[in-house]
T-cell receptor, first 113, second 116 residues
Framework: ETGVTQTPRHLVMGMTNKKSLKCEQH?????MYWYKQSAKKPLELMFV???????ENNSVPSRFSPECPNSSHLFLHLHTLQPEDSALYLC????????????FGQGTRLTVV | AQKITQTQPGMFVQEKEAVTLDCTYD???????LFWYKQPSSGEMIFLIY??????QNATEGRYSLNFQKARKSANLVISASQLGDSAMYFC?????????????FGTGTRLTIIP
């Protein structure tokens, strides 16, 4: 248990659906991240939020829309996804005091049909 | 640009033996951090060990040690006395400091299987 909770753990959605992934941490961290993990590929950093402000967007398609309403919560809103978006989506948080160590959630396994 | 290379897609090791997982990296930053994470089938990335670029000694955490060879840009993970529970994916990662937040660049991982 790392202190980072992601819901849901599994999600199956059609290409026309709209869904949201949720991440929550109560570790007092001020940075939160979304990573995408596809089969046989390195983890890809998608978004970085620092102090609730988005500081990085790694050329992610607009069908992925992040939201950080406060320092403890991070959302990833999904709409009109493609089958190739099927992957494990991992949320992480960190704080300068942790020496850069990121704490990860268990991920949401997303399948787009 | 930063890059992490893990050349071993999979390894099989007998229980109780030591195992070394390879990691090489490339960066132009003088200050960086190197991490190893374990990912069991449940999906969660579990932090194992950290090495700072200016640390003089190799990091150790229980059965885990990091063989840091700065000139060769390698940061191999050594697991002593392997256990069945060590079977998992292992990822090497590097941190680049950037405006107070610290993003990680990951390698492709090594799947370790411990054989009874």
């Amino acid at each position: 248990e790392t202190g980072v909770t992601q819901t849901p753990r599994h999600l199956v959605m059609g290409m026309t659906n709209k869904k949201s992934l949720k991440c929550e941490q109560h570790l007092g961290h001020n940075a939160m991240y979304w990573y995408k993990q596809s089969a046989k590929k390195p983890l890809e950093l998608m978004f970085v939020y620092s102090l609730e402000e988005r500081v990085e967007n790694n050329s992610v398609p607009s069908r992925f829309s992040p939201e950080c309403p406060n320092s403890s919560h991070l959302f990833l809103h999904l709409h009109t996804l493609q089958p190739e978006d099927s992957a494990l989506y991992l949320c992480a948080s960190s704080h300068p005091g942790t020496g850069g160590k990121a704490f990860f959630g268990q991920g949401t396994r997303l399948t787009v049909v | 640009a930063q890059k992490i290379t893990q050349t071993q897609p999979g390894m099989f090791v007998q229980e109780k033996e030591a195992v070394t997982l390879d990691c090489t990296y490339d960066t132009s930053d003088p200050s960086y951090g190197l991490f190893w994470y374990k990912q069991p089938s449940s999906g969660e990335m579990i932090f194992l060990i950290y090495q700072g670029s200016y640390d003089q000694q190799n990091a150790t955490e229980g059965r885990y040690s990091l063989n840091f060879q700065k000139a060769r840009k390698s940061a191999n993970l050594v697991i002593s006395a392997s256990q069945l529970g060590d079977s998992a994916m292992y990822f090497c990662a590097m941190r680049s400091p950037n405006f107070g937040n610290e993003k990680l660049t990951f390698g492709t991982g090594t799947r370790l299987t411990i054989i009874p």
